[in-house]
């Protein structure tokens, strides 16, 4: 089990938070590719405000959207607009909402679980309420915020935290037993 002391990383092991941020920045391209429009944004901001020191969450947050952008305009299409292109803003600034909030959490001191928990729920209101002002001024769907899509926005982004969660266990598990392991004995 996940031990409170390797949450988040710390400084010491800077090639595992530079790995990190590398894998979210390539779970964004994949999820990207597979939801389009949904990319689960707030797992990937609540997992590295928890995972990681605060600048290298920064930086993968930064990495995840620009990922996800370049997906969507060099190889999904997205349309080349100004609405197109304001939106993509106003997705980088709900991120970055949904990591302060998920940052925000991390003063408290609580359990790994409810930490996580607490960093996903807050970094999803945050990021929904961004997007949903964002309605104000740009243009949306009619349904874009009807409770059956959030519901799939939240169900999305439980589904991908929960993938991160585990991969970052086993990768927390990984470091465990390398470090482990004896050296080999000197003469």
Do not use: K
């Amino acid at each position: 089990m996940l031990e409170r002391n390797q949450l988040p990383l710390r400084p010491a092991t800077p090639g595992f938070a530079v790995a990190w941020v590398t894998v979210i920045a390539s779970a964004s391209v994949a999820l990207s590719l597979v939801f389009a429009c949904v990319t689960p944004f707030v797992a990937l901001a609540a997992v590295s405000a928890v995972a990681l020191p605060r600048r290298m969450a920064i930086v993968a947050v930064l990495l995840a959207w620009l990922a996800n952008q370049t997906v969507g305009y060099l190889v999904l299409g997205y349309p080349q607009t100004v609405d197109s292109f304001a939106w993509g803003v106003t997705i980088a600034i709900s991120a970055f909402a949904s990591l302060a909030a998920s940052l925000g959490v991390l003063r408290f001191n609580a359990s790994p679980a409810v930490t996580m928990a607490g960093a996903f729920m807050a970094g999803f209101v945050a990021y929904e309420a961004v997007l949903f002002a964002a309605t104000a001024a740009l243009p949306s769907g009619d349904g874009a915020f009807s409770a059956a899509v959030v519901a799939e926005v939240l169900l999305i982004n439980a589904l991908a935290v929960t993938g991160l969660i585990c991969l970052h266990i086993a990768a927390a598990a990984g470091r465990a037993l390398v470090t482990a392991q004896p050296g080999p004995a000197l003469p």
